[in-house]
C-alpha cells in the first residue's frame, strides 16, 4: 500500500504564492516519478508537473515560469511552488507517484484563487 497525504492548499488572492507538500509512505518506489495534477469543476484532470528521482522535470504549459517542482528524494517528499496564481488555477490538486502501469494518487487538497 501506498499513502500520499499533501498539504498546504488553501485560499490565495491573485498574484499570490502557496507552497504544495505531499510526503509517500508505505511500499514505494523511491526512484518512481512524482508529481501534482488538477482538476477544476467541471473540467478534466490534468498534469501540472512531473519530476523524476533525478530531478528532471516537466510542467503543463499554463504553469510554466510560475510553478515550480522539487523533492526530496530522502524524504519520500514532492513539492509544488506556486506563484502569481491566477483566478483559473482554482483546482483541487493531487500528488502523483508511480508509473504508468502503477499509478497512486493522494486525495486532494483544494486551491482557491480569489479576491
Known amino acids: 500500500q501506498v499513502q500520499l497525504v499533501e498539504s498546504g492548499g488553501g485560499l490565495v488572492q491573485p498574484g499570490g504564492s502557496l507552497n504544495l507538500s505531499c510526503a509517500a509512505s508505505g511500499t514505494i518506489f523511491s526512484w518512481a516519478p512524482m508529481g501534482w495534477d488538477r482538476q477544476a469543476p467541471g473540467k478534466k484532470r490534468e498534469l501540472v508537473a512531473r519530476?523524476?528521482?533525478?530531478?528532471?522535470?516537466n510542467y503543463a504549459d499554463s504553469v510554466k515560469g510560475r510553478f515550480t517542482i522539487s523533492r526530496d528524494n530522502a524524504k519520500n517528499t514532492v513539492y509544488l511552488q506556486m506563484n502569481s496564481l491566477k483566478p483559473e488555477d482554482t483546482a483541487v490538486y493531487y500528488c502523483?507517484?508511480?508509473?504508468?502501469?502503477?499509478?497512486?494518487w493522494g486525495q486532494g487538497t483544494q486551491v482557491t484563487v480569489s479576491s
Open positions: 519530476i523524476t528521482s533525478g530531478a528532471n522535470t
Open positions: 502523483y507517484h508511480g508509473f504508468s502501469w502503477l499509478e497512486h
